[in-house]
């Protein structure tokens, strides 16, 4: 359940946010979506994939994290073993949303989740100083909220673009790790890479103007870090 309420600096003065790691906030996940704007940061740690979370729901850009469900290799005694964070899960207990203005126009509004457990009145960093001021968290909180209302809808159209032009490909992967267990990774997508290398003319020029070129061999790069997922599993289980 979540109970989610408008933010301010009166009611909520003393509200705190734990911004510990670990699966006990819900962070043993095997992946996030990300948007475009974030894949020259998320592509040096994580592999890209696109996939859907029901037959319902879009195709979306995904940073994977983990070889299994449940499962983030990154999770390391309450930190982010990582050099970049995703949108998603920076955000933490945070929504933002739109509230009636006095005018009749609708502006934004950053909602907390009270229920949810990082919320705290003892430990974490506060949301406002002790004059009522935001704290260079929420401050944060609000870019982040911010970016990804604004990514939505390029996220979309990126994807939109390469459906068009039949450069998204299913993708299966089987690893066997050092103790003789296997993993298979399937139900994801990535980028059809020699579809994409004989791109030409007006179809190259187009995907170039609108940045989903580069968005596109981003992607491909990130499957490197497949290995680097392997590696970090095959050093949990000797350890």
């Known amino acids: 359940m979540t109970n989610h309420v408008i933010l301010n600096n009166v009611e909520h003065k003393d509200i705190r946010v734990i911004r510990d790691r670990s699966a006990e906030f819900g962070d ?8 475009p704007r974030e894949f020259r940061d998320a592509q040096n740690d994580f592999p890209i994939f696109f996939h859907q979370e029901s037959p319902e729901a879009e195709l979306l850009p995904y940073a994977m994290f983990g070889l299994q469900e449940n499962e983030n290799l990154f999770l390391r005694d309450g930190s982010w073993d990582a050099t970049y964070q995703p949108y998603v899960l920076e955000k933490g207990p945070f929504l933002i949303g739109l509230q009636q203005k006095s005018d009749g126009e609708k502006g934004l509004v950053i909602s907390l989740d009270l229920d949810h457990p990082r919320v705290s009145e003892t430990r974490g960093d506060p949301l406002f100083l002790p004059q009522g001021g935001n704290s260079q968290y929420i401050e944060r909180i609000s870019q982040v909220l911010n970016a990804m209302h604004e990514g939505q ?41 020699e579809k994409l290398t004989e791109l030409e003319g007006d179809v190259l020029a187009d995907l170039s103007r609108h940045g989903y070129l580069q968005c596109a061999y981003m992607v491909v790069a990130s499957l490197s870090n497949i290995r680097k997922l392997i590696r970090i599993k095959n050093q949990l289980l000797a350890a």
Not at 28 to 35: E, L, S
Not at 165 to 193: C, K, M, Q, W, Y
């Open 153 to 193: 809808e390029s996220t979309q159209n990126f994807v939109n673009a390469m459906l068009k032009h039949d450069l998204i490909e299913p993708f299966a992967l089987n690893v066997e790790l050092n103790d003789g267990s296997r993993h298979r990774l399937e139900g994801f997508h990535t980028v059809h890479e």
């Open 28 to 35: 043993d996940v095997m992946g996030v979506p990300v948007m």
